[in-house]
């Protein structure tokens, strides 16, 4: 596996890797820590050996599973198909200890879907947190529309996910999930909001939309079953892409030491977040 270390004022606090010959998944942040470093991302659980850390993962996009696992079949449920695509490394337009930019080719059935553009920068912030800045755009390299669904989209009621997803670590206490208004799985899943913040034992993650458009997104939340907090494109009705049209997505997470409190929590992301 190729990987790259990233570090905030001179502390690491994460390692992004993908693997070249392209046969096992996608690129993926993982382990991503706080500055005191807690590790607050989780690779492979025994759960869900497809959840690969912080990483873009979509489970249907024009039928093929860029997300892992089995792929939810409408009247049939979750089915191992033989339908996975892949995101291949296509090269580094820049890369530094506290970011990079890369292109990938999102590949599947002999062609490349989509090119990406990613941009991901490392963000100092206080003593005791920093800032994960993560925006992506997907270009349509075919000559026909294709969409972009979910297994909600699919029949699977409240299974909206796919986008950027971050899989945080599994503990004796489920943490708690809220944003400026709500608080709890139950309300926060499925919710519109600037920002929401799940909080383990010692460490607190703040997800927010840095982008109009991201947050008119739903988030996508799980607590109860596993740590999990994804953005979702299309977590109601597929998301068209025509051909040579590009989605693009931009996702700030604050990374706390500590349980950081409502008060706390927007206070940051005012700080990080100026789009």
């Known amino acids: 596996m190729t990987t790259l270390r990233l570090s905030c004022a001179g502390r690491p606090v994460g390692r992004y890797g993908y693997h070249p010959d392209v046969h096992d998944g996608r690129p993926y942040l993982h382990p991503v820590t706080t500055l005191g470093g807690t590790p607050v991302t989780e690779e492979r659980p025994a759960d869900h050996l497809h959840h690969l850390g912080a990483s873009v993962a979509v489970p249907d996009v024009a039928g093929y599973n860029f997300w892992g696992g089995r792929t939810f079949v409408r009247g049939q449920g979750p089915t191992v198909l033989d339908n996975h695509g892949v995101q291949r490394h296509l090269g580094w337009k820049l890369r530094d200890p506290d970011g990079f930019v890369e292109e990938l080719g999102w590949e599947a059935g002999g062609a490349e879907l989509l090119r990406e553009h990613r ?62 208004t709500l608080e709890g799985e139950a309300a926060v899943h499925g919710a519109r909001a600037d920002w929401l913040a799940l909080a383990g034992d010692s460490w607190t993650l703040v997800f927010a939309g840095a982008t109009g458009e991201t947050r008119r997104d739903p988030w996508f939340v799980r607590t109860a079953e596993y740590p999990g907090v994804g953005s979702s494109l299309a977590a109601e009705d597929r998301l068209p892409v025509a051909p040579g049209a590009t989605v693009v997505r931009r996702v700030v997470t604050v990374v706390a030491d500590g349980t950081l409190g409502r008060d706390e929590a927007a206070a940051l992301v005012r700080k990080v977040v100026t789009a």
């Open 119 to 180: 941009t991901v920068a490392v963000v100092p912030l206080t003593d005791t947190a920093w800032a994960l800045d993560f925006s992506f755009s997907l270009t349509n390299r075919s000559r026909t529309a294709l969409s972009i669904g979910s297994p909600a989209t699919n029949g699977r009621p409240g299974a909206g996910y796919g986008g950027f997803f971050w899989r945080a670590p599994k503990e004796e206490r489920a943490p708690e999930v809220f944003s400026a």
